[in-house]
Protein backbone atom coordinates (compact mmCIF):
# COMPACT_ATOMS: atom_id res chain seq x y z
CA UNK A 1 0.00 0.00 0.00
CA UNK A 2 1.26 3.35 -0.97
CA UNK A 3 0.73 5.99 1.70
CA UNK A 4 0.56 9.88 1.93
CA UNK A 5 0.54 11.31 4.81
CA UNK A 6 -0.17 15.16 5.95
CA UNK A 7 1.94 16.42 8.28
CA UNK A 8 1.26 19.71 10.03
CA UNK A 9 4.04 19.78 12.96
CA UNK A 10 1.82 18.92 15.87
CA UNK A 11 1.47 16.06 17.75
CA UNK A 12 -2.19 14.71 16.24
CA UNK A 13 -0.59 14.18 12.50
CA UNK A 14 3.00 12.69 13.73
CA UNK A 15 1.20 10.23 16.29
CA UNK A 16 -1.32 9.47 13.09
CA UNK A 17 2.29 8.82 11.08
CA UNK A 18 3.62 6.43 13.58
CA UNK A 19 0.41 4.72 14.15
CA UNK A 20 0.18 4.61 10.29
CA UNK A 21 3.92 2.80 10.25
CA UNK A 22 3.26 0.42 13.42
CA UNK A 23 -0.05 -0.71 11.39
CA UNK A 24 2.05 -2.23 8.34
CA UNK A 25 2.33 1.09 6.21
CA UNK A 26 5.57 0.45 4.39
CA UNK A 27 5.26 2.72 1.26
CA UNK A 28 5.30 5.93 3.22
CA UNK A 29 5.87 9.85 1.87
CA UNK A 30 4.77 12.86 3.83
CA UNK A 31 3.82 16.11 2.96
CA UNK A 32 3.90 19.34 4.55
CA UNK A 33 1.22 21.95 2.81
CA UNK A 34 2.17 25.22 2.32
CA UNK A 35 -0.67 27.78 2.19
CA UNK A 36 0.65 30.94 3.59
CA UNK A 37 0.35 34.31 1.67
CA UNK A 38 3.23 36.00 1.58
CA UNK A 39 2.07 39.22 2.10
CA UNK A 40 -0.18 38.14 5.27
CA UNK A 41 2.77 36.78 6.97
CA UNK A 42 4.67 40.18 6.35
CA UNK A 43 1.61 42.04 7.98
CA UNK A 44 1.29 39.24 10.63
CA UNK A 45 4.69 38.81 12.16
CA UNK A 46 6.61 35.76 12.53
CA UNK A 47 6.54 32.86 10.20
CA UNK A 48 5.00 30.05 12.54
CA UNK A 49 5.15 27.98 9.32
CA UNK A 50 8.67 27.97 9.50
CA UNK A 51 8.70 26.04 13.02
CA UNK A 52 6.00 23.83 11.95
CA UNK A 53 7.90 22.32 8.88
CA UNK A 54 11.08 22.08 11.47
CA UNK A 55 8.80 20.04 13.26
CA UNK A 56 7.21 18.05 10.45
CA UNK A 57 11.14 17.57 9.39
CA UNK A 58 12.72 16.33 12.78
CA UNK A 59 9.57 13.50 12.96
CA UNK A 60 10.14 12.46 9.64
CA UNK A 61 14.09 11.83 10.14
CA UNK A 62 13.17 9.78 13.44
CA UNK A 63 10.89 7.76 11.21
CA UNK A 64 12.81 7.68 8.21
CA UNK A 65 10.15 8.52 6.30
CA UNK A 66 10.48 11.06 3.20
CA UNK A 67 8.87 14.93 3.12
CA UNK A 68 7.94 16.68 0.47
CA UNK A 69 6.50 20.21 0.78
CA UNK A 70 3.40 21.13 -1.83
CA UNK A 71 2.75 24.88 -2.33
CA UNK A 72 -1.42 25.55 -2.29
CA UNK A 73 -1.14 29.01 -1.72
CA UNK A 74 -2.83 30.08 -4.53
CA UNK A 75 -5.49 27.17 -4.46
CA UNK A 76 -5.82 27.90 -0.64
CA UNK A 77 -6.94 31.40 -1.30
CA UNK A 78 -9.26 30.98 -4.05
CA UNK A 79 -11.02 27.71 -3.23
CA UNK A 80 -11.08 28.57 1.11
CA UNK A 81 -10.16 32.78 1.92
CA UNK A 82 -12.07 34.23 -1.24
CA UNK A 83 -15.47 32.55 0.23
CA UNK A 84 -14.48 33.01 3.61
CA UNK A 85 -13.99 37.19 3.29
CA UNK A 86 -17.09 37.42 1.19
CA UNK A 87 -19.11 35.78 3.83
CA UNK A 88 -17.97 37.80 6.62
CA UNK A 89 -18.53 40.75 4.70
CA UNK A 90 -22.13 39.84 3.98
CA UNK A 91 -22.59 39.71 8.07
CA UNK A 92 -23.00 35.35 7.71
CA UNK A 93 -20.50 33.32 9.97
CA UNK A 94 -18.77 30.83 7.68
CA UNK A 95 -16.46 27.86 8.68
CA UNK A 96 -13.11 27.76 7.08
CA UNK A 97 -11.93 24.46 8.64
CA UNK A 98 -14.72 22.53 6.69
CA UNK A 99 -14.06 24.11 3.27
CA UNK A 100 -10.54 23.12 4.21
CA UNK A 101 -10.76 19.62 4.45
CA UNK A 102 -13.23 19.35 1.83
CA UNK A 103 -11.34 21.57 -0.82
CA UNK A 104 -7.67 21.77 0.15
CA UNK A 105 -6.60 18.81 2.43
CA UNK A 106 -8.94 16.35 0.80
CA UNK A 107 -9.13 18.12 -2.42
CA UNK A 108 -6.53 19.48 -4.26
CA UNK A 109 -4.04 17.65 -2.43
CA UNK A 110 -5.68 14.93 -2.80
CA UNK A 111 -5.87 15.62 -7.03
CA UNK A 112 -2.45 16.61 -7.22
CA UNK A 113 -0.53 14.02 -5.84
CA UNK A 114 0.19 10.74 -7.64
CA UNK A 115 -2.77 8.70 -8.00
CA UNK A 116 -0.85 5.88 -7.05
CA UNK A 117 -1.57 6.93 -3.65
CA UNK A 118 -3.89 4.48 -2.13
CA UNK A 119 -4.20 5.93 1.28
CA UNK A 120 -3.90 10.07 3.01
CA UNK A 121 -3.32 9.41 6.24
CA UNK A 122 -4.22 12.77 8.56
CA UNK A 123 -4.27 13.48 12.56
CA UNK A 124 -8.00 13.92 12.71
CA UNK A 125 -9.96 13.15 15.68
CA UNK A 126 -12.69 10.73 13.47
CA UNK A 127 -13.47 6.99 12.27
CA UNK A 128 -14.34 5.95 9.11
CA UNK A 129 -16.12 2.73 8.45
CA UNK A 130 -17.32 0.68 5.30
CA UNK A 131 -20.18 -1.26 4.91
CA UNK A 132 -21.48 -2.11 1.92
CA UNK A 133 -19.03 -0.51 -0.37
CA UNK A 134 -20.06 2.58 1.40
CA UNK A 135 -18.45 4.97 3.69
CA UNK A 136 -19.64 6.25 6.71
CA UNK A 137 -18.26 8.77 9.53
CA UNK A 138 -18.41 7.97 12.50
CA UNK A 139 -17.27 10.06 15.86
CA UNK A 140 -14.58 9.96 17.99
CA UNK A 141 -14.46 8.36 21.35
CA UNK A 142 -13.17 12.30 22.77
CA UNK A 143 -16.60 13.55 22.39
CA UNK A 144 -14.12 17.34 23.16
CA UNK A 145 -11.90 16.56 20.28
CA UNK A 146 -14.10 15.02 18.03
CA UNK A 147 -13.64 16.45 14.25
CA UNK A 148 -16.95 15.15 12.33
CA UNK A 149 -17.68 18.73 12.31
CA UNK A 150 -15.49 19.92 10.02
CA UNK A 151 -15.03 16.60 7.88
CA UNK A 152 -18.71 16.44 7.34
CA UNK A 153 -18.72 17.73 3.73
CA UNK A 154 -16.12 15.04 2.40
CA UNK A 155 -17.45 12.55 -0.37
CA UNK A 156 -17.56 9.16 -0.70
CA UNK A 157 -14.45 9.43 -3.16
CA UNK A 158 -12.24 11.32 -0.68
CA UNK A 159 -13.35 8.93 2.31
CA UNK A 160 -12.78 5.90 0.17
CA UNK A 161 -9.10 7.11 0.60
CA UNK A 162 -8.57 8.56 3.75
CA UNK A 163 -6.93 6.86 6.82
CA UNK A 164 -7.73 8.09 10.39
CA UNK A 165 -5.41 6.56 12.89
CA UNK A 166 -6.25 8.27 15.93
CA UNK A 167 -9.50 8.31 15.06
CA UNK A 168 -10.62 5.65 17.98
CA UNK A 169 -8.55 7.84 20.74
CA UNK A 170 -8.67 10.25 23.35
CA UNK A 171 -6.24 12.85 23.16
CA UNK A 172 -4.77 11.71 26.47
CA UNK A 173 -3.77 8.49 24.66
CA UNK A 174 -2.49 10.51 21.92
CA UNK A 175 -0.25 12.19 23.81
CA UNK A 176 0.89 9.37 25.66
CA UNK A 177 1.81 7.53 22.56
CA UNK A 178 3.89 10.66 21.57
CA UNK A 179 5.63 9.92 24.52
CA UNK A 180 6.40 6.53 23.72
CA UNK A 181 7.43 7.21 20.49
CA UNK A 182 9.64 9.54 21.78
CA UNK A 183 8.68 12.38 19.02
CA UNK A 184 10.74 15.58 18.66
CA UNK A 185 7.30 17.49 19.74
CA UNK A 186 6.55 15.12 21.93
CA UNK A 187 5.91 18.18 24.34
CA UNK A 188 4.21 20.83 21.75
CA UNK A 189 1.22 22.42 22.37
CA UNK A 190 -1.85 22.28 19.95
CA UNK A 191 -2.73 25.26 18.19
CA UNK A 192 -5.51 27.35 18.16
CA UNK A 193 -5.53 28.79 15.07
CA UNK A 194 -7.51 27.67 11.78
CA UNK A 195 -6.86 25.00 10.02
CA UNK A 196 -3.26 24.73 8.63
CA UNK A 197 -2.69 28.73 9.40
CA UNK A 198 -1.82 27.56 12.92
CA UNK A 199 -0.30 30.36 15.25
CA UNK A 200 -2.63 32.88 13.26
CA UNK A 201 -5.30 33.30 15.39
CA UNK A 202 -8.89 33.99 13.94
CA UNK A 203 -8.93 37.75 14.30
CA UNK A 204 -6.14 38.09 13.08
CA UNK A 205 -6.84 36.32 10.09
CA UNK A 206 -9.90 38.87 9.97
CA UNK A 207 -8.17 42.18 10.26
CA UNK A 208 -5.62 41.42 7.58
CA UNK A 209 -8.29 40.93 4.93
CA UNK A 210 -10.78 43.10 5.89
CA UNK A 211 -9.30 46.02 8.54
CA UNK A 212 -11.09 47.74 10.73
CA UNK A 213 -14.16 50.22 10.85
CA UNK A 214 -15.30 51.68 13.78
CA UNK A 215 -18.71 51.22 14.77
CA UNK A 216 -21.76 51.53 17.29
CA UNK A 217 -22.24 48.33 20.08
CA UNK A 218 -26.40 48.93 20.31
CA UNK A 219 -28.71 47.37 22.62
CA UNK A 220 -31.82 45.67 20.95
CA UNK A 221 -35.10 47.34 21.31
CA UNK A 222 -34.08 50.33 23.28
CA UNK A 223 -31.36 51.56 20.59
CA UNK A 224 -28.98 52.55 23.52
CA UNK A 225 -25.43 52.83 22.40
CA UNK A 226 -23.56 50.94 25.02
CA UNK A 227 -20.16 50.72 23.30
CA UNK A 228 -18.07 50.66 19.81
CA UNK A 229 -16.69 47.65 17.74
CA UNK A 230 -13.77 47.58 15.29
CA UNK A 231 -15.97 46.23 12.60
CA UNK A 232 -19.23 43.63 12.34
CA UNK A 233 -17.51 41.21 11.07
CA UNK A 234 -15.15 40.75 14.06
CA UNK A 235 -19.00 39.23 15.41
CA UNK A 236 -20.79 36.87 15.24
CA UNK A 237 -24.66 35.64 16.55
CA UNK A 238 -24.52 34.57 19.98
CA UNK A 239 -21.09 36.13 21.23
CA UNK A 240 -20.21 36.95 24.62
CA UNK A 241 -16.74 37.20 24.89
CA UNK A 242 -15.11 40.33 23.79
CA UNK A 243 -17.26 42.89 23.65
CA UNK A 244 -15.70 44.97 26.09
CA UNK A 245 -19.37 46.40 27.90
CA UNK A 246 -19.94 46.80 31.33
CA UNK A 247 -22.75 45.81 33.70
CA UNK A 248 -22.83 42.42 31.40
CA UNK A 249 -22.89 39.52 30.45
CA UNK A 250 -24.18 40.99 26.57
CA UNK A 251 -24.75 38.92 23.94
CA UNK A 252 -24.80 39.78 20.33
CA UNK A 253 -28.24 38.87 18.47
CA UNK A 254 -28.11 40.83 15.08
CA UNK A 255 -26.22 42.77 12.77
CA UNK A 256 -26.77 45.84 10.28
CA UNK A 257 -23.73 45.43 7.75
CA UNK A 258 -25.07 48.57 6.12
CA UNK A 259 -24.62 50.48 9.26
CA UNK A 260 -22.12 48.79 10.84
CA UNK A 261 -23.86 48.34 13.60
CA UNK A 262 -23.80 45.11 16.12
CA UNK A 263 -26.81 44.59 18.17
CA UNK A 264 -26.64 42.93 21.38
CA UNK A 265 -28.96 42.09 24.47
CA UNK A 266 -28.42 41.67 28.14
CA UNK A 267 -28.27 37.95 29.54
CA UNK A 268 -31.52 38.85 31.13
CA UNK A 269 -33.15 39.09 27.36
CA UNK A 270 -31.34 36.75 25.82
CA UNK A 271 -33.74 33.48 26.29
CA UNK A 272 -36.23 35.78 23.87
CA UNK A 273 -33.75 35.01 21.37
CA UNK A 274 -34.00 31.51 21.19
CA UNK A 275 -35.61 29.33 18.27
CA UNK A 276 -35.98 26.16 17.81
CA UNK A 277 -36.60 26.16 13.48
CA UNK A 278 -34.28 26.56 10.97
CA UNK A 279 -33.89 25.80 7.15
CA UNK A 280 -30.36 24.35 6.20
CA UNK A 281 -29.21 24.56 2.17
CA UNK A 282 -26.60 23.27 0.11
CA UNK A 283 -26.51 19.70 1.99
CA UNK A 284 -24.26 17.23 1.51
CA UNK A 285 -25.07 14.14 2.75
CA UNK A 286 -22.27 11.28 2.89
CA UNK A 287 -23.80 8.15 2.67
CA UNK A 288 -27.36 8.91 1.54
CA UNK A 289 -30.12 11.06 2.76
CA UNK A 290 -31.61 9.49 5.99
CA UNK A 291 -34.39 7.38 5.83
CA UNK A 292 -35.45 8.91 9.82
CA UNK A 293 -36.81 12.57 10.96
CA UNK A 294 -35.21 11.97 14.32
CA UNK A 295 -31.47 12.67 14.43
CA UNK A 296 -29.06 15.26 16.21
CA UNK A 297 -27.28 18.10 15.01
CA UNK A 298 -24.16 20.29 15.81
CA UNK A 299 -25.10 23.35 15.62
CA UNK A 300 -21.45 24.60 15.90
CA UNK A 301 -17.97 22.48 16.40
CA UNK A 302 -18.28 21.08 20.05
CA UNK A 303 -18.97 18.41 22.22
CA UNK A 304 -22.96 19.27 22.32
CA UNK A 305 -25.46 17.50 20.53
CA UNK A 306 -29.11 18.35 20.40
CA UNK A 307 -32.05 16.41 19.53
CA UNK A 308 -33.54 17.73 16.28
CA UNK A 309 -36.15 16.69 13.71
CA UNK A 310 -35.68 17.20 9.89
CA UNK A 311 -37.96 17.27 6.64
CA UNK A 312 -36.19 17.06 3.80
CA UNK A 313 -37.98 19.82 1.02
CA UNK A 314 -35.97 19.65 -1.39
CA UNK A 315 -32.37 17.48 -2.63
CA UNK A 316 -30.32 19.64 -0.95
CA UNK A 317 -32.25 21.47 1.92
CA UNK A 318 -33.79 20.40 5.28
CA UNK A 319 -36.65 22.40 7.43
CA UNK A 320 -34.74 21.24 11.04
CA UNK A 321 -36.78 21.99 13.94
CA UNK A 322 -34.80 22.02 17.51
CA UNK A 323 -36.40 20.00 20.77
CA UNK A 324 -34.65 22.67 22.52
CA UNK A 325 -34.40 26.38 21.26
CA UNK A 326 -31.19 28.20 20.63
CA UNK A 327 -29.97 31.74 20.94
CA UNK A 328 -27.04 31.08 18.77
CA UNK A 329 -28.06 30.30 15.72
CA UNK A 330 -26.41 32.20 12.80
CA UNK A 331 -26.42 32.08 8.94
CA UNK A 332 -23.65 30.85 7.16
CA UNK A 333 -22.76 28.69 9.95
CA UNK A 334 -23.08 24.71 9.60
CA UNK A 335 -25.81 22.26 10.88
CA UNK A 336 -24.46 19.09 11.24
CA UNK A 337 -26.59 15.95 11.36
CA UNK A 338 -25.95 12.58 13.66
CA UNK A 339 -27.54 9.55 13.89
CA UNK A 340 -25.69 7.93 16.88
CA UNK A 341 -22.16 8.34 16.78
CA UNK A 342 -22.54 8.24 13.36
CA UNK A 343 -22.22 11.71 11.29
CA UNK A 344 -24.76 12.09 8.35
CA UNK A 345 -23.61 15.46 6.86
CA UNK A 346 -24.99 18.64 6.79
CA UNK A 347 -25.37 21.87 5.55
CA UNK A 348 -25.35 25.52 5.58
CA UNK A 349 -28.08 27.92 7.86
CA UNK A 350 -30.12 30.01 5.78
Known amino acids: MKVAVLLSGGVDSSVALNLA ?33 RFARAVC ?44 KFGEFMNSIDAGFDKIVSGHYAQIERKDDRYFLKRSPDPVKDQTYFLSYLSQR ?30 RKDSQGICFLGKIKYPEFVKFHLGERSGDIVELGTNRVLGRHNGFWFHTIGQRQGLGLSGGPWFVVEKDCKKNIVYVVHKNDYHRQARKNLLVGGINWIPSPPDKTQLSTKLRHGPRLETCSIELTGQNRVAVVLENADQGIAPGQYAIFYDGDYCLGGGVIE
Open 21 to 53: LQQGAQNVTAFYLKIWLEDELQYLGDCPWEEDL
Open 61 to 104: EKAGVDLQVVPLQEQYYQKVVEHTIAELKSGRTPSPDILCNQRI
Open 158 to 187: QLARAWFPIGGLHKTQVRQLAEKFDLPNKS
